[in-house]
């Protein structure tokens, strides 16, 4: 089970990396540039973000994703005949990204259990990386709640908090909390 996980997230990472990129140096050709418009409409169930925000806090640190400058996409994912529903972000500077998933079709008033989450830090010399905990931990953790969804221009609204520890497992699992704000027009 956190084999698929790990793959659920890096395929979440992967299409965000990929068809989310919002830096204006990088030259896409022709045929890949039709297939990230394809991919963002609102056919194919995968979002990017056009406004809004991403916050994650672990301990007392909080990191912002910014939909303005940042890529965060909102994506649907089908594995297996096996539903998911995730968001990803990575910054501007491709130095945190971030990625959060739940098994499911994505609604308003939904909470749901989270089924993977990756937190990535790459300073260039050294990576740091974070993953779900093994041990959900106690209390209402490994939840994600989608207040709103596809409603208006808002893409979607809510909250998660999840457990999550070093990949190295030199560090106790943390809780992370944070909040989304995500609009597509």
Do not use: W
Not at 11 to 16: G, H, N, R, T
Not at 87 to 105: E, L, R, Y
Not at 107 to 126: D, E, I, P, R, W
């Amino acid at each position: 089970m956190r084999f698929l996980r790990f793959i659920l997230i890096a395929l979440l990472f992967s299409v965000a990396i990929i068809s989310c990129q919002k830096d204006e140096s990088v030259d896409l050709p022709v045929e890949k540039t039709v297939a990230v418009k394809a991919d963002t409409s609102n056919t194919s169930g995968n979002f990017l973000a056009v406004s809004g925000s991403l916050n994650v806090t672990m301990g007392d640190s909080t990191y912002k994703f910014d939909a303005a400058k940042d890529s965060i996409a909102f994506i649907n994912v089908n594995i297996d005949s096996n539903k998911y529903f995730g968001i990803t972000a990575i910054n501007k500077q491709h130095t945190i990204s971030f990625g959060i998933s739940s098994p499911g079709v994505a609604s308003a008033n939904l909470t749901n259990t989270v089924a993977g989450s990756q937190l990535l830090f790459n300073s260039g010399k050294q990576s740091v990386e974070y993953t779900l905990a093994k041990t959900p931990g106690e209390g209402e953790v490994n939840k994600i709640s989608l207040t709103n969804y596809m409603q208006d221009s808002v893409l979607t609204k809510g909250t998660f908090t999840t457990v999550m520890m070093n990949k190295d497992g030199k560090q106790e699992p943390s809780t992370v909390k944070g909040s989304f704000n995500l609009l597509r027009k």
